[in-house]
């Protein structure tokens, strides 16, 4: 535990890590805990918090955590090659969902494009996430989206502020360039006609997979 420690302050101090992620590394260590990698064969992959001290079948009694993310499916368009985030949870007492959230960006940016919101629905929390990637995190660099005709429903939302949107009013930024097209269902129910704006238009991605090199270093990654 004390080399892990010193091996984790050692690299925050080489390199920028957000403040929060800095905390949440430390409560998985002080924790006990560990996030298991799950390359499951239907092009989606789980990201789950475990315990290093419970027997591997006893881990789904815990539901501590996870991120599950799929590999952009003919429903989405060619996205960039982005995978999506098709499901999330995390006890709000233990706070690790966002370092989920890290590790499924660093590992989507070296197995893909990288990592974008859901493409049709996107709760309020998570928007706060995504917002928080666009405007906050220098180390996390955004790719724009086109937004594919064919698969955008702007009536997805009939609540929604932009319900009267109607796909003719949409203008595709790249017309010419059909590889980053993508469903912006979600991002025109907040935007409108200015989704491009909204941070969930976009593919995230890192140029570096250091959180994940760490842990996995001092066994904190494990691959199922």
């Given at each position: ?9 050692k ?70 090659d ?25 590992w ?22 995504w ?22 429903d ?13 796909v ?57």
């Amino acid at each position: 535990m004390k080399e892990l420690l010193t091996e984790w302050r050692k690299f925050i101090n080489e390199n920028y890590v957000d403040p929060r992620i800095q905390k949440q590394m430390a409560a998985l260590i002080d924790g006990g805990y560990a996030i298991e990698v799950d390359e499951q064969r239907t092009n989606t992959t789980r990201f789950k918090i475990i315990r290093l001290d419970y027997p591997r079948d006893e881990q789904r009694l815990l539901s501590l955590g996870y991120v599950v993310i799929g590999r952009s499916q003919d429903d989405d368009g060619k996205c960039l090659d982005a995978w999506s985030v098709y499901g999330s949870q995390a006890k709000q007492n233990k706070g690790l969902g966002p370092l989920l959230y890290e590790i499924a960006l660093e590992w989507s940016s070296q197995n893909g494009g990288g990592l974008m919101a859901d493409r049709s629905m996107v709760s309020d929390e998570a928007l706060a996430v995504w917002d928080k990637y666009y405007r906050t995190r220098p180390e996390i660099r955004a790719k724009q989206l086109d937004v594919d005709l064919d698969r955008t429903d702007p009536h997805y939302d009939d609540e929604g502020e932009y319900g009267n949107i109607e796909v003719a009013d949409l203008k595709q930024l790249t017309p010419d360039k059909p590889d980053d097209d993508c469903e912006q269902t979600a991002a025109v129910g907040y935007r409108g006609d200015y989704w491009d704006e909204s941070p969930l238009s976009k593919m995230y991605f890192k140029n570096n997979t250091e959180i994940m090199d760490t842990l996995e270093r001092e066994g904190r990654l494990i691959k199922k």
